[in-house]
């Protein structure tokens, strides 16, 4: 399930909640002002409310934070399942319950495979100080990775960084280029990239290409498995 997809409301498929959701996707620096915009321009869209705090919320109190996912939660209930399922794996995570996120990601995965915006939480299960959280989430992550195809910029950035931060950095090198082909701005495949490179040198990692039919190069996308 794209993240362009899982906006909901009379903002689907509108510009704004495309671009707010491909901003918070890629870590752009627009992220904030486009995800107020979408807000402003649909108030009863519960999963723009919710990413807003989750962007946000750390900078939020307490009462508004719950305020903010209260009004979220009644809107995106209103919306659908996949929508109230989304707003709550945020409550959790704005307040720093990461074992409760990432057990509530892995039914919200189960019923709504490869969901891009389910992938922004995916940090929960590092976050929980356990390592087997954290090697079931690496799991989790591939499993995503391969529901989504090659073609899901957001999911192969993911694995890229998970494979980068397992040492699997050739593997890493190549899943951050794919990425970087298929959506130069992905902040995520970048830093992959950029921590592949540092261990290993980008002269050791060149990623092996195929010549298509065109005679344009085509980076080799693979997911290491």
């Excluded at 649909?42 to 109190?61: E, F, I, M, Q, Y």
């Excluded at 934070?65 to 209260?70: G, N, R, Y």
């Excluded at 109230?84 to 074992?99: D, I, K, N, P």
Aim: net charge negative; with cysteine; glycine share 10%.
């Amino acid at each position: 399930m794209s993240g362009r997809t899982a906006v909901n409301g009379a903002a689907a498929g509108t510009p704004v909640a495309e671009r707010a959701v491909d901003a918070l996707l890629s870590l752009s620096g627009q992220t904030l002002p486009l995800l107020r915009q979408w807000v402003g321009s649909d108030p009863g869209s519960g999963v723009a409310r919710a990413l807003l705090a989750l962007a946000t919320g750390d900078r939020w109190d307490d009462a508004v934070l719950k305020e903010q996912l209260s009004i979220a939660h009644r809107d995106a209930l209103a919306a659908g399942e996949r929508e109230a399922s989304l707003v709550y794996g945020v409550f959790l995570h704005t307040h720093r319950q990461y074992r409760l996120t990432a057990d509530h990601l892995v039914e919200h995965f189960t019923r709504w495979p490869a969901d891009e915006l389910a992938g922004l939480m995916l940090g929960a299960f590092s976050s929980c100080g356990d390592a087997a959280y954290h090697a079931h989430g690496d799991a989790l992550t591939e499993r995503q990775a391969a529901v989504a195809g090659p073609d899901s910029w957001p999911w192969q950035s993911w694995l890229a960084s998970t494979r980068a931060e397992q040492g699997r950095v050739r593997e890493a090198y190549e899943l951050a280029d794919c990425a970087l082909v298929l959506y130069p701005r992905s902040g995520v495949a970048a830093h992959a990239l950029a921590h592949a490179e540092t261990s290993s040198g980008p002269d050791v990692l060149a990623p092996t290409s195929l010549t298509g039919g065109s005679g344009q190069t085509r980076r080799r996308c693979s997911h290491g498995t």
